[in-house]
């Protein structure tokens, strides 16, 4: 193993209490103020000068040699859950770090420190880039309109978990091209007329066009998408009615669509509005449908996702740097910066247990010192060229 690799060993302790401390600090959505104060601080004990960039948090490491720019991402934010692990590092709040953001942090962290302590081997810039709000796809596009890019030549980030079940503990996926779908909301408002339960005939029930309105998306990607091209349509919430007598003037259905290319989201998105309009023609209702767009697929740079591989050979033993089959129906607004810049976002496995965005998910701590080896030993090949695509 190389020398990176020892010396983020080295660091795993520190790595582990970073990520444990992050947890308790778990916030929900933009403003993240515990979680960036306690960045701030952490990057300021290794000489180093965090800026705020938009509602997230920048920091340039600049080597003694000129060479190439490259930013590195995590995301920051938590999720609107209450935690069920009963690790003594628990959240209190109704918020816990169910997606792995808390590892990010702290594999970040542990490569700018590393790079800091290396200054002198870097050549160029490494930008570390901590953003909130990747749960609610708003803050990627914060942080590049604040430019976060100016200046960069390439971008990477990873993702930790269970996303891809051929990854064992440990092993890292790669992926050229589309490696993530894109993520959409969508909300339908069903009318109807409002009625006593006993006379049904007198009203336009709404109840019962939502439950045609379901069973109908439930063939929308079967029978309408090929099925070589991976798409999913899920409903997550259902709202109508206030008591067991009365049937509703409206009910309210939100949900998500995921596909792979731009063409199938185009047709996801106008097969929900006509499917929710033409259910509620039909029994003489009507039908609102918002559609608001997440994050695209998140499709990596063949070249550069090739000079990230190579860079990981350098850490990790040829049976752990995995070629990941088909991409995940999961987003990730990592797709906005790799829109504007080459650039990978590579999945690190995490361990067994419940799923992401589950109030019991936890993670497999022993894997954070891969994570920031892999951002180390990439950016000291990158920024000096050894591994440019």
């Not at 515990?34 to 601080?41: H, P, Q, S, V």
């Not at 049976?319 to 990592?334: H, K, R």
């Amino acid at each position: 193993m190389a020398e990176t690799g020892k010396a983020a060993q080295e660091l795993q302790p520190c790595l582990v209490a970073w990520r444990r401390r992050l947890h308790t600090l778990a916030e929900v959505g933009m403003d993240l103020p515990r979680t960036k104060a306690f960045l701030e601080d952490a990057l300021k004990e290794m000489g180093l000068v965090p800026r705020h960039l938009g509602a997230g948090l920048a920091v340039d490491l600049t080597g003694e040699k000129p060479g190439k720019a490259l930013a590195i991402r995590s995301d920051m934010d938590a999720l609107p859950l209450r935690e069920e692990t009963g690790l003594p590092f628990a959240c209190p709040d109704e918020a816990v770090h169910a997606c792995g953001h808390d590892a990010h942090m702290a594999m970040l962290l542990g490569a700018a420190a590393l790079l800091a302590e290396r200054r002198e081997a870097l050549s160029g810039t490494v930008r570390f880039l901590f953003q909130p709000g990747e749960e609610q796809g708003r803050g990627a596009a914060n942080l590049i309109a604040a430019g976060a890019l100016w200046g960069m030549d390439g971008i990477c980030g990873l993702h930790v978990g269970r996303l891809f079940p051929e990854l064992g503990s440990g092993q890292v996926g790669v992926r050229s091209g589309t490696a993530m779908a894109s993520m959409d909301r969508f909300e339908v408002l069903l009318r109807g007329k409002a009625t006593h339960g006993a006379l049904p005939h007198q009203g336009i029930d709404p109840i019962v066009m939502a439950g045609e309105f379901v069973g109908a998306l439930q063939t929308l990607v079967s029978r309408e998408i090929p099925a070589v091209r991976p798409a999913v349509v899920s409903l997550g919430r259902i709202q109508g009615g206030s008591a067991f007598n009365i049937i509703p003037g409206e009910v309210r259905l939100e949900g998500t669509f995921r596909a792979v290319t731009p063409e199938d989201r185009e047709f996801l998105a106008r097969r929900v509005e006509e499917l929710a309009r033409g259910v509620a023609a039909l029994h003489g209702g009507e039908a609102e449908v918002l559609w608001e767009k997440g994050a695209p697929p998140v499709v990596n740079h063949r070249g550069f996702t090739e000079a990230f591989r190579r860079s990981a050979g350098k850490i990790l033993p040829p049976e752990d740097l995995v070629d990941l089959e088909a991409p995940t129906l999961v987003g990730e607004d990592m797709a906005l910066y790799l829109e504007q810049l080459p650039g990978t976002f590579f999945f690190l496995g995490g361990g067994e247990g419940a799923p992401h965005h589950h109030p019991q998910f936890d993670l497999d701590e022993e894997v954070l010192w891969r994570g920031t080896a892999l951002f180390v030993r990439f950016a000291l090949d990158f920024c000096s060229g050894a591994e440019v695509p």
